[in-house]
């Protein structure tokens, strides 16, 4: 039998990973719903597909690469002309380069989309588009003297993100408009935080619960394949944002009487004076997250791993808020001590859910994290113990057994998850 | 794209546009209410940032005053209040605080919007917006090197203060004119 030849036209549809197809196929040639030379064809078909395919992708990758880059270069240059410029541009003309800049991008970036189909072209300009709105607010400010720090400014930049992320399913205008968000809140809790030593742990327990609200967002995506790309920003950004906070807090440098962060009893609280904007982001990173996880029960989607990759660093937040500041321990031993089994809790965690739900980038993701806990762990104590010369040597070995470990541990994940399918 | 996703298209870009020429109109009405202006003695100190660019961070008498003498008392606020301060002017032209309040009074005639960024002992610390001049590079040590700076404010019906320029040893000083 000739094996036919691939069709071009449907090469921007899903592949199905080679591993799965190999089996499957093999399971049919067993169940004789296909004969050996019929495999042996689908195989073949594939095989020339899938070659075809990977270099439509790499071409693809290129021409993305290609025109980052020159949006880049294009984005510099007028930044710098503007810049070296500034002081001789009277006012209402730079709110008009501004205005001019934000809208020339964005109406570039949706022809080279819809009226030509240059889909890598226009997704570089309509972030582009995207980041110009957000210099154009700073620069406006700057131009009318406004107080940068003030962070309704960043909220300003996020407000129109997210919808126009959506609109154009952009997953990097998604990531932007989150991280933006992120700096919003931040700015935020920073100014309500100010002076108040006793809040030490709430910046870090309110951060995990907005990283649970957003990853939670994240899962709600897996439900319709044409939205699964939007939710990828929302799972990386949110595990992320929940394990950088447990890494950083892992450290008994935060703690004790010398530390950053001073555990004060819980009779000092004074819950009547938390700002009511502190108590809209806890509850509503709290009240998204169980949205989130009801939504995913209802369609059936959420899995006991997923909903424990949600719950666990949920319930993390509000030890971190209630349990280390409620207590007063005599030493920083207590809080440090949380900290690290919470940071490694949730590390197998994240290990464990990845492997359930076949989340490539989950496992990835803990395995970096544990790595980067075992350098600096290293670092921290090993430094002290052994001279310069042979820690360095003694770190060498241990690192290179480390990386062989962890390189193992993946393929052998990985390869679980060619076998079980993974997407 | 749909007709409909054309549309919020349009309108997305159009809340961007929005947004930028509302920052600029806000201010701009302000600058050109000339009756409203103010002058406000400073202590200038010039910290840099590469993100926001060169410019003069700025301290006025009026950022912390005592509350004996007016009617606000540091129980009746906590930092983050927003506030309204009362401005009078004094020798050599230069505007004090004469009262403050959590509401503006009927009878004042010029004052101001702040938030209160702390409470001390019979004193309050307040930020009026008015805390940063962006300078051309390189522009704002001259600021703090001067023996004497103000700072003229133009300042709306609502409280809103605008600065619309320095004044330097005595002289003029916008180097965005």
């Known amino acids: 039998m000739t094996p ?89 003309a730079r709110v008009a380069i501004a205005v001019a800049t934000v809208v020339a991008l964005q109406a570039t970036g949706y022809w080279l989309r819809y009226r030509t189909a240059y889909h890598r072209t226009s997704a570089t300009f309509l972030l582009l588009g995207a980041i110009a709105y957000g210099g154009a607010i700073f620069l406006v400010g700057q131009t009318y003297n406004y107080p940068l720090d003030d962070p309704s400014l960043l909220l300003l930049w996020f407000l129109p993100m997210l919808p126009m992320a959506y609109l154009v399913r952009s997953p990097a205008i998604a ?34 619960l907005v990283g649970v609200a957003v990853t939670a967002l994240g899962y709600l995506h897996n439900g319709r394949q044409t939205l699964r790309p939007m939710g990828r920003p929302f799972q990386w ?68 791993p997923q909903l424990a990759g949600i719950a666990v660093p949920a319930i993390t937040g509000y030890m971190l808020v209630v349990l280390l500041a409620a207590e007063r321990p005599r030493s920083s031993l207590l809080p440090f001590a949380i900290a690290n089994v919470l940071l490694f809790g949730a590390l197998v965690g994240f290990v464990v859910v990845g492997i359930l739900t076949r989340h490539e980038v989950l496992v990835n993701l803990s395995l970096v994290f544990f790595g980067i806990a075992v350098i600096t762990r290293y670092i921290e104590i090993g430094g002290g113990m052994f001279g310069t010369a042979v820690s360095m040597m003694v770190g060498g070995v241990l690192f290179i057994g480390l990386a062989w470990g962890l390189e193992r541990v993946r393929r052998t994940l990985l390869s679980r998850f060619e076998l079980a399918g993974a997407t | 794209m749909t007709r409909l996703g ?48 060169d ?14 003498g007016v009617r606000i008392t540091t129980s009746d606020v906590s930092p983050g209040a927003t506030v309204y301060v009362a401005l009078m002017e004094g020798p050599g032209g230069h505007w004090t605080v004469s009262d403050a309040a959590t509401a503006p009074s009927a009878g004042w005639d010029r004052y101001l919007r702040g938030t209160v960024t702390g409470v001390g002992q019979g004193r309050l610390d307040v930020e009026y917006g008015l805390e940063q001049y962006f300078v051309p590079e390189g522009e704002g040590l001259a600021v703090e090197r001067a023996f004497d700076v103000d700072v003229v404010v133009a300042i709306d019906d609502a409280g809103r203060g605008v600065i619309r320029h320095l004044v330097v040893d005595g002289e003029v000083w916008d180097p965005y004119q």
């Open chain 1, 237 to 304: 950004i949110g595990s992320m944002t929940v394990l950088v906070i447990l890494y950083a807090m892992s450290f008994e440098g935060w703690y004790g009487p010398y530390g950053i962060l001073r555990p004060v009893g819980l009779r000092r609280w004074a819950l009547e004076a938390v700002p009511f904007g502190m108590w809209v982001v806890i509850v509503g990173a709290f009240v998204t997250t169980l949205v989130s996880a009801a939504l995913l029960r209802q369609r059936g989607t959420l899995h006991r």
């Open chain 1, 175 to 208: 990531a932007l408009g989150i991280l933006v968000g992120y700096g919003a809140v931040g700015y935020r809790l920073a100014e309500w935080l100010d002076g108040r030593r006793t809040w030490d742990y709430w910046w870090q327990g309110v951060f995990i």
């Open chain 1, 4 to 92: 036919r030849q691939p069709n071009f036209e449907t090469l921007d549809s899903p592949q199905p990973d080679p591993g799965w197809l190999r089996n499957r196929v093999r399971e049919w040639e067993s169940a004789e719903i296909v004969t050996h030379e019929q495999a042996g064809s689908i195989l073949e078909f594939e095989k020339e597909r899938a070659g075809v395919v990977e270099q439509a992708v790499g071409v693809h990758r290129i021409i993305g690469i290609v025109s980052t880059f020159g949006g880049l270069l294009l984005g510099a240059g007028l930044l710098l002309f503007v810049a070296s410029n500034w002081a001789d541009i009277p006012r209402l």
């Open chain 2, 55 to 68: 410019y003069v961070v700025l301290r006025y008498e009026i950022s912390t005053f005592p509350t004996d």
């Open chain 2, 6 to 53: 054309r549309m919020l298209f349009v309108g997305l870009v159009a809340v961007q546009v929005l947004v930028i020429v509302g920052m600029a109109a806000g201010r701009e009405s302000t600058l050109r209410q000339e009756a409203t202006d103010v002058k406000l003695q400073t202590v200038p100190v010039d910290p840099r940032d590469l993100f926001r660019g």
